[in-house]
Nanobody, 122 residues
Framework: EVQLVESGGGLVQPGGSLRLSCAVS????????MTWVRQAPGKGLEWVST????????YFPESLKGRFHISRDNAKNTLYLQMTNLKSDDTAVYYC???????????????WGQGTQVTVSS
């Protein structure tokens, strides 16, 4: 059974940092790129970051570059998201997801974790 379990969320003050983890099981972790997606209250899903199977390439939207860092430990079957200089707009539920790449232009996410809440507030 494929499982993705996020942890590390919580309440943090603006300017603070958090590191999220996503422990996976039930599949060969280093066969897949992995992604973080978030959903702010009352809003749709927002792509946060993707990392390739070996960690050699990482991708972020321009709005998050420099503040967020994605990494993985294939020996531990764990994905990470280091978030720094957090802002109130970063308040959201953060999900990790397994990416299935169909072509250079198309990929989808077939398994998701249950999410972890990150709240940025003073």
């Amino acid at each position: 059974e494929v499982q993705l379990v996020e942890s590390g969320g919580g309440l943090v003050q603006p300017g603070g940092s958090l590191r999220l983890s996503c422990a996976v099981s039930g599949f060969t972790f280093d066969d897949y790129s992995m992604t973080w997606v978030r959903q702010a209250p009352g809003k749709g899903l927002e792509w946060v970051s993707t990392i390739t199977w070996n960690g050699a390439n990482t991708y972020f939207p321009e709005s998050l570059k420099g503040r967020f860092h994605i990494s993985r430990d294939n020996a531990k079957n764990t994905l990470y998201l280091q978030m720094t200089n957090l802002k109130s707009d970063d308040t959201a539920v953060y999900y990790c997801a397994r990416e299935v790449r169909v072509s250079s232009y198309y990929a989808f996410y077939d398994y998701w974790g249950q999410g972890t809440q990150v709240t940025v507030s003073s």
